[in-house]
């Protein structure tokens, strides 16, 4: 009975480690990470004074960009004002996103060139007693009353205490990436994912040339050449089919006679040139020379990544804890049967031996045979004699 027990909580455990989490379970954690709070109530000796101020409206973040923030995927936000036990004071706002692209996004359009790089988790900028970073879906915004020399490690431990989305929802976009760093002037960056955006910074192409309808996505930056400055913008399509269609529309859209024609109209009019990579479309603006353009075009080449996703099979029956135990079973059986099998095979012989002595296992007398006897003297001789003796077995 205790060796039963023991199996079958053994089975239990190596099929709960196995299986995987249903929906059910994977939405309720979503829920559940959703409205849990951004803001922790310590951190780094920092300890929330009052409540916090909490709101699902884009306006209480920034009434100006309100709908710049909800473009992006703005969820909910909270703010506060912690203080030490020195008496200095530290008001913190965070703004929390769909995900991480919304996050990264909102950061490049609040970073201003003036700032300074911050290693503070995945990328942050300061100007003063001023700090911006983001983590995950969460975009903070941080201001000292007065800066110290562990400012900067204590915002890294808020940092780790800001929660993270669940899944892909914590990836960071692609397309920025393919941003060259050669001549790429700092805090220039910027990331789009809606036409309000676009129109929020110096763009060489409206909205309704890149369409966002269909799913596009925006990454530019400023680059200084020999030439002076030129813009660099990337716009990312769902396939080259849609990009190659795109980009004979941004084509047309150059020609002298296009506004007549009721083509959207550049934004401005500086030399533009173009070409298409894979699902991309590349664009340099500028008043650079051709040779300045091809060369900052060359620069970027999309590199498809191909993922090949296989069912894993994590089912009870596909487990591997399973396939041990069945191994360590089957192993039991064949060493009880081998067991039950040599006790049974030596107590007969024993129990017929008691009962029936000397009549089944053992033979009544010994059998006779014929033995030659040939001396040494005799076995060269042609005439030797060879005479046949009974011996007892």
């Known amino acids: 009975m205790k060796t039963a027990r023991l199996i079958s909580v053994l089975v239990l455990l190596l099929g709960t480690a196995g299986a995987g989490e249903s929906p059910a379970t994977t939405q309720t954690t979503q829920k559940i990470q959703a409205t849990a709070p951004i803001l922790p109530q310590q951190f780094a000796g920092w300890q929330i004074s009052g409540s916090t101020q909490k709101s699902p409206d884009p306006a209480v973040a920034d009434s100006v960009n309100a709908a710049l923030l909800k473009e992006y995927g703005f969820t909910d936000f909270e703010s506060g004002t912690y203080v030490r036990d020195d008496g200095r004071k530290l008001t913190i ?55 110290s020399a562990m400012s900067t490690a204590e915002l890294r431990e808020l940092s780790d205490a800001l929660p993270l989305p669940p899944g892909n929802a914590r990836n960071l976009p692609v397309l920025p990436q393919y941003l060259p760093k ?80 009721g083509s959207p109209a550049l934004l401005n009019s500086d030399a533009i040139f173009d070409k298409r990579t894979g699902p991309m479309v590349v664009l340099v603006a500028g008043t650079i020379s051709q040779a300045e353009a091809r060369s900052l075009l060359g620069a970027v080449n999309y590199e498809a990544d191909v993922t090949w996703n296989e069912n894993t099979y994590t089912g009870r029956k596909n487990n591997l804890g399973n396939l041990l135990l069945n191994v360590f079973l089957l192993c039991a059986i064949l060493i009880a049967f081998s067991a039950v099998a040599g006790l049974a095979f030596g107590g007969i012989r024993v129990l ?42």
């Open 352 to 393: 017929f031996t008691r009962i029936l002595p000397e009549r089944v296992l053992h033979r009544e007398q010994e059998l006779e045979f014929i033995s030659l006897n040939l001396s040494e003297g005799q076995a060269g001789t042609t005439d030797s004699k060879v005479s046949p003796s009974i011996k007892a077995g």
């Open 93 to 147: 706002k965070a703004a929390r996103f769909a995900d991480a692209s919304g996050a990264y996004g909102a950061f490049t359009y609040y970073k201003m060139p003036q700032m300074l790089k911050e290693t503070i988790e995945t990328q942050g900028a300061s100007l003063n007693e001023r700090v911006l970073f983001y983590r995950g879906s969460v975009l903070v915004d941080a201001t000292f009353e007065k800066l």
């Open 182 to 261: 050669l001549g790429y002037v700092k805090n220039t960056a910027k990331y789009v994912l809606g036409p309000i955006g676009l129109e929020k910074i110096t763009s060489p192409l409206s909205s309704q040339l890149v369409d966002f309808s269909v799913g596009a996505e925006v990454a530019l930056g400023t680059y200084q050449t020999s030439d002076g400055a030129a813009t660099l913008m990337l716009i990312s399509y769902p396939t080259p089919q849609i990009a190659a269609e795109h980009l004979r529309k941004i084509d047309a859209a150059r020609q002298p006679d296009a506004p007549q024609q």
